[in-house]
Structure formats: C-alpha cells, structure tokens
C-alpha cells in the first residue's frame, strides 16, 4: 500500500510539476504578447500624431495649440480605446486560462484522489474476501479429515454460515452500488412495514454479535413507507453495522425508529470512536473510509454509507450525523411516508 501511494504522489508531484511549467510559459508568454501590442500601439499613434502635427502645422496651425485641436483629440480617443480593449481582452484571456488551469488542477487531484480510494477499495475488498472464504475453506478441510459429533459440526456449519452471510452482504453492497451509478437504476416502490424490517435486521445483527456489545432499541410499530425493500434493508443494516465496526467491545449500540404523519425517522447511535469534524462531509463519499490505510484498523470496503445516502435521497430522505455525548455517533434517517 505505501508503495502504490508512493507513486502516486511522485505522480501528483510530477504533473503537478507540468502544469506549474506550462502555466508560467503561457503567462509569460502573453505578458510578452500584452507588451508587444502595447508597444505597437503606442508608436502608431506617436507615428499619426508626428505625421498629423506636421499637416496642421503646413496648414497653418500653432503647433503650441496643436494638442487642443479635434484632430488630436479623436487620435487621443482612438488610442486609448485601443489601449483599454488591449487591457480588457488580456483580462479575459487571464481570466479563462486561470480558470481552465483551476479546473484541470481540481479536475487531476480528484482523480489522483479517487485513484488512490479505488486502490484502497481493491485491498480492502480482496481482504474482506479472502477472511471469509479462507475460514470456510478451512472448516471444510477440518470436516474432511477429522471425524466429528453432531454437535461439532453444527457449531461450524454456524460459523460457515457467518462467513457467507458476511461475503452475500459484501456482494450485495458492491451490486447496489454499482447499481445506483447506473443511470438506469430505479426503485421498485411498494408499502412495505419499516418497523417490521427494523426489528428483524436488529436481532438478526444482535443475536451475531451477543455477548460482544451493549444493544438497546425502541422500534415503534406500524411505521409504513413505500419505498423499495430491498435497497432500504441496506440502508438499515450498513448503519448498524458502521456503528458496530467503530465500536469498542463494552460500546452500546441504540436503534430507534419513530415516525408521524409525514415522515418515519430512523436514527443509530453508538458510543465509539466518532468522526472528526474535517472528515464528516466526505464519509458518504464513494470508496471513502475514515483515517488512513496505514493507521485505520476497521474493516470495510467504504462502500456502505455511499449507499445509506444515495438510497435515502432517492427515497427523497434526508441523513444526518452529529457527535454523540461524551463519545460516538449518531446517524438520524428521515423519510417520507408517501417517498
């Protein structure tokens, strides 16, 4: 991993490099253009106004009034409108290249960024990968060759049980995320019991992880949206899950759901770690995951709250995240029962 991240700052450092060179040699450039006109221009009107004076003087005129003449004066006009059209297309043309150079700049550090978070993802995936499937491989192995009670086996088949379970949530995350940047994705809305759902998700989460946390929750009941039952169940259960992940052993995880006449609100809260301030508006993003690969210790794929928010706001729902008293984090969903 600090190998890969190493060559893509070389790379930053490289491009960057190029575009600070090719930005000083067109600025340098056009100052040199600007001055050349500039130039230009005034030694065309010095070379009308010597030519013009020795007309009017042929013609009569005082040279000493020369100046205050309607000749000189249009002359005086035309080269500064010259001059403030110079002015005023060098502005322009500053303008547009300093703006095209913002973007591409922007443009190249996010895509540096995503490159790096895409790296990161492949990682994370190929580990939450191969944990599962090397321990399903190995309770294979171990029920090959050994002669084992009723009892021994079924406690394995639990635990091979877990593994699947945790690598169909991996596929199911990694298939609705790729989903949701189709353009073609859509809902398939129907009246579905939130409550119902809510409750099931929570034991089912609770029962696998007992033992290993402090659960409590307060699920009303008879609490309908019509939303799409499949991707919400994601929602609800990549929030819990987060809130697990980031979670110590002795942490309390509170699940409640509530709702009124216009919008049901789910909320998750746990006692963890929390989320730093300058991170909060960027763990919805696609593939983003808190710290660094070299410091962070918690699995994932940064997959999950990508898709809690997306799937929200397309339900027209809202998320929020506050800080959690005296540690932690809550995340509170509102949807509207009619979404």
């Known amino acids: 991993m600090k190998n890969i991240n190493t060559m893509l700052s070389r790379s930053k450092s490289k491009y960057w490099l190029f575009f600070h060179i090719v930005f000083i040699y067109i600025a340098s450039s056009f ?36 100046e205050q003449s309607n000749v000189y004066t249009k002359l005086q006009a035309d080269f500064q409108r010259t001059e403030l059209m110079l002015y005023g297309e060098g ?12 973007r591409i700049r922007k443009t190249f550090r996010e895509e540096i960024a995503m490159t790096r978070q895409q790296n990161n993802f492949l990682l994370s995936i190929t580990h939450e990968l191969k944990s599962p499937l090397a321990s399903l491989k ?11 009670d009723a009892e021994h086996i079924k406690s394995m088949a639990d635990m091979s049980m877990d593994d699947i379970e945790r690598l169909e949530l991996l596929v199911e995350n990694i298939l609705l995320a790729s989903k949701i940047e189709s353009a073609n994705f859509s809902l398939n809305r129907e009246l579905m ?43 609800i259960y990549n929030l819990i899950e987060n809130a697990i992940k980031y979670s110590s052993s002795d942490g309390e995880i509170n699940v409640t759901l509530s709702g009124d006449e216009h919008n049901a609100f789910l909320s998750v809260t746990d006692t963890g770690i929390g989320i730093p301030v300058n991170e909060k508006s960027r763990i919805f993003d696609r593939f983003y995951r808190i710290g660094t690969e070299e410091t962070r210790k918690t699995k994932g794929t940064g997959l999950g709250l990508f898709i809690v928010k997306h799937v929200v706001e397309m339900h027209k729902g809202s998320i929020q995240v506050k800080n959690n008293s005296p540690k932690g984090s809550i995340f509170e969903v509102s949807i509207p029962v009619g979404a």
């Not at 009017?56 to 040279?63: A, E, I, K, T």
């Open 31 to 66: 100052i040199w253009w600007s001055y050349l006109l500039h130039k230009n221009n005034r030694e065309n009107f010095n070379e009308v106004i010597s030519r013009e004076r020795t007309v009017y003087g042929q013609n009569g005129g005082l040279m000493s009034r020369f």
């Open 91 to 102: 502005l322009v043309f500053i303008g547009l290249i300093t703006l095209g150079f913002w």
């Open 138 to 148: 190995l309770t294979m192995q171990t029920i090959q060759k050994r002669q084992l």
């Open 193 to 235: 019991d939130l409550s119902t759902i809510t409750a099931t998700i929570y034991d089912k989460i609770k029962i696998k992880h007992k033992g290993q946390l402090i659960f409590i929750n307060d699920i009303e009941k008879d609490i309908y949206i019509y939303g799409d039952r499949f991707s919400f169940a994601s929602v």
